[in-house]
């Protein structure tokens, strides 16, 4: 998923900042212990690095039937340690997001104030009617 990675003053390498502190830190491994080249060619970082959405939709029957699936992207690999110790688990702070309908609380709450925004600066117009597009229709 992020194919980038975090390395720690105390040289752990793990997929995020998040992650070396969550008390999950011996599953990744140290500069202490392996060379950054051995690391990135032969560890578990690099399973966790390239894991996909599919990957997680794959191992979490919840995910596969969701219908905000697509939305979330598999949420926070953090969360899913937190939760569930499992990194391909589900993101239960997301879910919950999604399911009690907050993004749609947020993009109607910020579409006023984004309106007037556009107003104020008519940098992007909806080339059908030449008005200003619906805030989740850019954002989103």
Known sequence: M???FYIGAD???CPCM???DCGFADRFPSLKDMTLSEIL???DLIKYEYATVKDIRDRNEKCRRCRYADR???GCRNAALIARDDYYG???TLCEFFENGWDKRIRDAAQPAFEAYLKRNPIVKNNQNDKYPAAHEILC
């Open 2 to 4: 992020a194919q980038s």
């Open 41 to 43: 060619k032969d560890s």
């Open 11 to 13: 040289g752990l390498v």
């Open 90 to 92: 589900i993101d239960p």
């Open 18 to 20: 998040g992650m070396a």
């Open 72 to 74: 979330c992207t598999g």
